[in-house]
């Protein structure tokens, strides 16, 4: 035993797998304990919010502090950020359009193109031709590039209880600073937020946990169902073996994603728990587990271990559990493997179809597809959303994958290197 | 010579496999009669259906056709425990020591197990251990050395006294080998054919004895049945079947055991020293 798992682990393959799996596994238990926040809680206003870190602009206006910092490229960047190379082409084309010469403008000299902008913008003026989503950006553009090359700073003011009016309460210059650190509110969203402003990242460490549980289960199920169909069909024969591959054959004709469909459909949105999606997948997916477990069994049932065991007068019990169960083992974990995997794929395809498990507190892998499709994330760009979840479900199915080979080439001599 | 009783007796004893165009005839209605305490060589090549009969004879596949006696009565092994009644009379030794054994279990619990089915499972445990120490020194092993270890560990010789050692714990009344020195090598297969030859002298055993060997056959057994295509084609005493044999196909067997020398006959040589 100690032998085998020294061998196991010194298969690169397995050990691969391994630590992918072992590492998704860790993030799963380790992440909900340093973020407890509960994974459907909607945070945001809007949908699809990007990744990035949210700063409270009302803290950072009262944050205790105030550093001056002369930076001497502050200006640039706050130019930059506005003005992009897009933007100054956009106001080149528009100038010619309303009548500049081409040669005078120079999309570079920043100061020359914003005064001529400021001189030859008029938002009232038609220009033929152009439609109207660009009227409308050019009005954004001339919006967002109001005061940009201003020297002044801002004058904050709030309305007078008594009176209503405004009155100034402090200013903020340009070269006014605050640490990030010091400010009372800030909130990183590695993955942004989904379609229901809900934390892209909590939300997928749990969907990932529930997946994995619902993989864990229905695998299970599958491989207890198949495995002790075809220890009976293989070892007892005759007539046990004939009503056994009898219904395993009409199984495999009829096409388990469609009975999958059908079951998970007939069950009813009610009562479609994760646990029950996990039972329905494994009760669709025994199939090829008894079909395998039966092939290898019977070409052990005629060893002479096994009857040297029926020699010495072990009941068939024994005999299964003693004589061939052992032998098989390895064989057994990998179905496992391939179970488990092929059923968090089972559970996303489900889900995307919208017969996932229903759920005010579990999200699943497949039910955040679903709902990313249903927003139409992947038509509006919110990679976000969906690219993620991709990922941690081609990483599931990958380190399982690699796990099985890994055990394959341990446990099958022909495959060894 | 005086009419020894009947052990194990077989009438039109037949095993067919298959159906149809892919009919085949195993076992073609044999019949014998297995005196108590002899060793009786099955001798045939490869597929003649030696080790068919052997199974239908441990009861390890049905009949298809005859009647097997156990000392004159019918047998009947329909359910698990008459098996297993059948089993504590009758045990086998098989031709591959490698694949004959449990690799996940140790040497103890196969000892322990034939223990068991002797009916000592209440024993105290000193005399269970005596009583596999007798055993082990029987095939000349020492127990201490085997306990804690798997039968893989041995190698192929040590496995097949092992086997024999079983069957010293079991004292079944008939043991049937089935070309138990066809996969050692030849210094072990005599140090095997010794421990046969002494448990039958010690126990008063019947052995069936199945080999290809027809050279070996001559050496251990009193009755040898010569084997062709599921049918005993010649059978009768070692001495008559080998040294004055009728059929062209026994012939044809003796012409392929390989011979020394030319000048080495064993029509000549009295090895058969008992």
Same mark, same amino acid.
């Given at each position: ?10 298969? %690169? ?7 992918i ?53 502050? #200006? ?11 933007e !100054?082409?956009? *106001? ?18 920043? *100061? ?7 001189? @030859? ?14 009227? +409308?950006?050019?009005? +954004?553009?001339?919006k ?10 801002l ?17 903020? @210059?340009l ?11 800030v ?9 229901f ?6 939300e ?13 289960? #229905? ?14 069909g293989?070892?007892?024969?005759g ?7 009898? =219904?395993? @054959?009409?199984?495999?004709? =009829? ?8 079951? %998970? ?6 009562? +479609? ?18 079909? #395998?477990? !039966? ?7 005629? +060893? ?16 299964i ?20 995997s ?6 996303? %395809?489900? %889900? ?40 941690? *479900? ?6 399982? @994958? ?16 | ?16 496999? &298959? ?10 209605h ?6 108590? &305490? ?8 490869s ?26 009565k ?22 591959d ?8 279990n ?93 448990l ?29 295509? &599921?049918?005993?084609?010649?059978? &009768? ?38």
């Open positions: 035993m100690k032998h085998t798992l020294q061998q196991v682990f010194h298969s %690169s393959k397995f050990v691969t797998g391994f630590c799996f072992a590492a998704i596994l860790l993030t799963v238990i380790i992440y909900p304990i340093f973020v407890p926040n509960p994974p459907l809680e909607i945070i945001a206003q809007g949908s699809f919010f990007p990744p990035g870190t949210y700063v409270s602009t009302y803290d950072t206006v009262f944050s205790s502090k105030a550093y001056t910092l002369n930076l001497p490229d502050a #200006a640039a960047k706050r130019i930059a950020a506005k003005l992009g190379d897009k !100054r082409q956009d *106001i080149k084309d528009y100038l010619v359009l309303v009548g500049v010469p081409e040669a005078e403008i120079d999309t570079t000299n920043t *100061i020359q193109l914003l005064s001529q902008w400021d001189k @030859n913008y008029d938002p009232s003026k038609k220009i033929s031709g152009m439609i109207f989503s660009k009227v +409308r950006y050019y009005e +954004r553009l001339n967002s590039l109001t005061g940009l090359l201003s020297e002044e700073g004058i904050l003011a709030a309305p007078n209880i008594d009176t209503g009016a405004l009155e100034q309460i402090g200013t903020i @210059n070269a006014d600073y605050v640490n990030i650190k010091e400010v009372a509110s909130r990183t969203l590695p993955l942004g937020t989904d379609n402003g809900r934390d892209v990242l909590t997928l460490v749990r969907a990932t946990s529930v997946s994995l549980k619902i993989g864990l289960i #229905a695998g299970l199920i599958a491989t207890f169902i198949g495995l002790t169909l075809g220890l009976l293989g070892y007892i024969g007539t046990v073996d004939d009503v056994i591959m009898f =219904i395993t @054959n009409l199984f495999t004709v =009829i096409p388990s994603f469609v009975l999958l469909i059908l079951i %998970s459909y007939s069950v009813g949105q009610e009562h +479609r728990g994760p646990v029950m999606v996990a039972t329905v997948i494994g009760f669709t997916s025994w199939v090829w587990t008894t079909r #395998a477990v !039966r092939s290898q069994v019977i070409s052990l049932r005629n +060893r002479d271990h096994v009857n040297l065991s029926k020699l010495s007068g072990h009941s068939l019990f024994h005999i559990t003693h004589d061939i169960l052992p032998y098989i083992a390895s064989y057994v974990v990998m179905a496992l493997i391939l179970q488990i092929s059923a968090i794929l089972a559970e996303a %395809s489900l %889900s995307v179809l919208g017969l996932g498990p229903k759920t005010s507190i579990d999200p699943t892998l497949g039910l955040m597809m679903n709902w990313a499709m249903i927003y139409q994330a992947q038509i509006l760009g919110k990679w976000w959303a969906y690219f993620p979840v991709l990922i941690v *479900i081609a990483l599931i199915t990958f380190s399982m @994958n690699l796990m099985n080979t890994g055990l394959d080439q341990v446990f099958n001599p022909a495959l060894r290197d | 010579m005086t009419e020894k009783k009947s052990c194990l007796k077989g009438v039109g004893l037949t095993k067919v496999f &298959g159906l149809g165009r892919n009919k085949n005839m195993a076992v073609d044999v019949d014998f009669d297995f005196a108590e &305490g002899e060793i009786v060589s099955i001798v045939g090549e597929g003649s259906g030696k080790t068919t009969l052997a199974k239908m004879l441990l009861g390890l596949i049905n009949t298809t056709e005859g009647e097997i006696y156990f000392k004159s019918k047998r009947d092994i329909r359910s698990q425990k008459a098996k297993k009644e059948y089993w504590t009379n009758i045990q086998a030794i098989f031709q020591p490698f694949s004959s054994y449990n690799i996940f140790k040497i103890d619990a196969l000892f322990l197990d034939c223990i068991n089915m002797r009916g000592g499972k209440k024993l105290p445990y000193e005399k269970k251990l005596e009583m596999m120490t007798e055993a082990c020194s029987f095939v000349n092993l020492k127990f201490a050395e085997l306990t804690n270890k798997y039968p893989f560990e041995l190698s192929g010789g040590q496995m097949q006294r092992l086997m024999i050692a079983r069957i010293f714990l079991l004292k079944p009344q008939i043991l049937l080998a089935d070309e138990p020195t066809s996969m050692i090598d030849a210094c072990s297969r005599a140090t095997i054919l010794d421990m046969l030859l002494k039958r002298n010690d126990t008063g055993m019947t052995i069936i004895f199945i080999t290809h060997d027809i050279g070996l056959a001559y050496f251990v057994s009193d009755k040898v049945f010569i084997m062709e295509h &599921g049918k005993f084609v010649e059978s &009768g005493t070692a001495d008559e079947v080998i040294l004055r044999p009728k059929e062209a196909y026994t012939k044809r067997l003796l012409n392929d055991v390989p011979k020394i020398h030319e000048e080495w006959d064993l029509s000549t040589v009295d090895i058969k020293a008992k």
